[in-house]
C-alpha cells in the first residue's frame, strides 16, 4: 500500500527569446509539451531550470517575448526562493508570442507613472 501523498506539480512562467532556444550556453529550441532536463544541481539563481510562479517575476527575468507556462516534474527536486524557483526539470506545459501583450502593459505602466505626477 502506498502511503505517500499524489504529486502535485508546481505551476509557474517562464519566458524565451524569440528563437525559442534556451539560453545560458543551452540552445536548445523548447516546443510545447516537452520536459525539458539539466545534468547539474539545481542552484536559485546558478544553475538549472528556473521560472516564477507569478507572472510579473517572470518579466523582470525575462530575455524576450515568448511566454510559456511550465510546472514542476515528479521525481526532480523544486527549489523555491522569494519570486522564482529552479529544479532539475520544467515541463513547458503552453507557449504563446506576448510580444503585444507586453507591448501593451508596459504602455498602460508608462501613462500610470506618467500621470502620477500631474
Not at 29 to 57: F, K, M, N, S, Y
Request: with cysteine; proline share 3%.
Amino acid at each position: 500500500m502506498n502511503n505517500s501523498p499524489a504529486f502535485t506539480p508546481v505551476r509557474g512562467w517562464h519566458f524565451l527569446r524569440a528563437d525559442k532556444r534556451l539560453g545560458y550556453n543551452d540552445d536548445r529550441v523548447v516546443e510545447a509539451g516537452q520536459t525539458l532536463t539539466v545534468d547539474v544541481p539545481a542552484v536559485l539563481c546558478g544553475a538549472g531550470l528556473h521560472w516564477a510562479e507569478r507572472l510579473i517575476a517572470a518579466i523582470s527575468c525575462a530575455p524576450g517575448e515568448v511566454l510559456c507556462r511550465v510546472e514542476s516534474v515528479e521525481g526532480h527536486a523544486v527549489h523555491k526562493g522569494t519570486d522564482k524557483s529552479v529544479s532539475t526539470a520544467r515541463r513547458c506545459v503552453a507557449m504563446i508570442d506576448a510580444e503585444e501583450m507586453l507591448f501593451e502593459l508596459s504602455r498602460k505602466w508608462a501613462a500610470r507613472v506618467f500621470w502620477q505626477h500631474f
